[in-house]
């Protein structure tokens, strides 16, 4: 009776199996299609933004007109200055120009996702998990940022993320590749990668650490340190972009603003399947990580520039606590991809109106 019952059943098992396998496939392309639509409509929407919409817009597109005349003597990165310049050749307009950038920083989101992905061990799912990032990057005025400010520092942002993923996990020479791209675009990512050893520390010692840089930078010690030991630092991130429309000194508001997004995951773990529940609290400390820079000098001008690497990165853990939530219903894929539309709405707001942090 039972071997005629198990008999029975495997065909019917197998049979099953191909209509699984389709249904994944299906849904995978279906994901694959909506990115790609957001991603067309991302870039044209930040492609074809006025000069004016973006304090840096007009800067950059101005660098990019005077590439037509070769390469010129400039600051800037050389990873950011040779892409530009080779787009100037291949007569890309200052539109295309700005819809690129756009592309290649969503490109820096779905590798850092891809890494994210897989340093939480998981098997399948990396186009759900990819589109919640987007998803939430998209209702991030930091993420809006940038797009049409902190341009190359946006585009650097997400791939020191990956780097120091790829460090936590002691692949070297992926933190060497990653961190190597990251700071051909913007020079500040050796900041972060700068403080990559935090990541060889006991977890207990991260925590701890956590709260006393923290509390150093709140209180203003680190802020008074810097100044009586290190003068010449001190100086130069006093002097560095100085203007009267930021403002400078202590950002308590940016502090626990900051703060509170290395605490959440670790307060939303009993809501996240195991294993992903630990690893996603391990890749705190990398978010951490990311935090350093700014408790140790986040004192001077624009020092919101300090952590938009760190504030982007909230995007991608937020979106692995969604993606292996223990309530099935917010780990939907169907309706990650309903929210996912959402946001481009969110997104047109933010960029037209500029609304930035």
């Not at 191909?18 to 299906?26: C, G, K, L, T, V």
């Not at 930040?46 to 003597?73: M, N, W």
């Not at 892409?83 to 969503?106: D, E, P, T, W």
């Not at 810097?226 to 009267?244: F, G, K, N």
Request: proline residues 4%; contains cysteine.
């Amino acid at each position: 009776m039972t071997t005629t019952t198990t008999t029975l059943l495997r065909p019917r098992d197998s049979s099953l199996r191909p209509q699984q396998e389709s249904h994944s496939a299906a849904a995978t392309g279906l994901s694959l299609i909506l990115l790609l639509a957001v991603a067309v409509f991302g870039c044209w929407l930040i492609g074809t933004r006025p000069l004016e919409l973006g304090t840096d817009t007009d800067a950059y597109a101005g660098f990019y007109q005077r590439l037509k005349g070769g390469l010129v003597e400039t600051r800037l990165e050389p990873g950011f200055v040779y892409l530009s310049y080779v787009l100037q050749q291949m007569g890309v307009s200052v539109i295309g120009y700005q819809a690129v950038l756009f592309a290649l920083l969503l490109g820096t989101a779905a590798v850092a996702t891809r890494r994210y992905f897989h340093y939480l061990g998981a098997a399948s799912g990396f186009f759900t998990l990819l589109s919640a990032s987007v998803m939430f990057l998209l209702i991030s005025p930091m993420f809006v940022n940038a797009s049409i400010n902190a341009i190359r520092q946006g585009l650097a942002a997400l791939l020191v993320f990956a780097a120091l993923l790829a460090f936590h996990q002691r692949y070297w020479w992926k933190f060497a590749l990653w961190g190597a791209l990251a700071t051909s675009f913007h020079y500040s990512s050796l900041l972060y990668l700068a403080f990559a050893p935090v990541l060889l520390l006991r977890p207990s010692f991260q925590r701890y650490l956590a709260a006393a840089a923290f509390l150093f930078y709140v209180s203003g010690l680190s802020m008074a340190a810097v100044r009586t030991a290190l003068p010449s630092v001190y100086q130069i991130v006093m002097e560095y972009t100085a203007t009267t429309r930021f403002e400078s000194g202590v950002r308590i508001d940016f502090a626990i603003f900051s703060i509170f997004w290395y605490v959440l995951p670790h307060v939303l773990a009993p809501m996240v399947r195991f294993p992903y529940r630990e690893r996603i609290k391990d890749s705190t400390a990398v978010y951490l990580v990311l935090l350093l820079p700014f408790f140790s000098v986040g004192w001077g001008f624009f020092s919101n520039r300090y952590l938009l690497p760190g504030w982007l990165a909230v995007s991608l853990i937020l979106a692995a606590v969604l993606c292996h939530n223990r309530l099935a219903f917010l780990r939907n894929p169907l309706l990650i991809r309903m929210c996912l539309v959402a946001s481009c709405a969110v997104f047109y707001v933010l960029v037209t109106r500029a609304i930035v942090i």
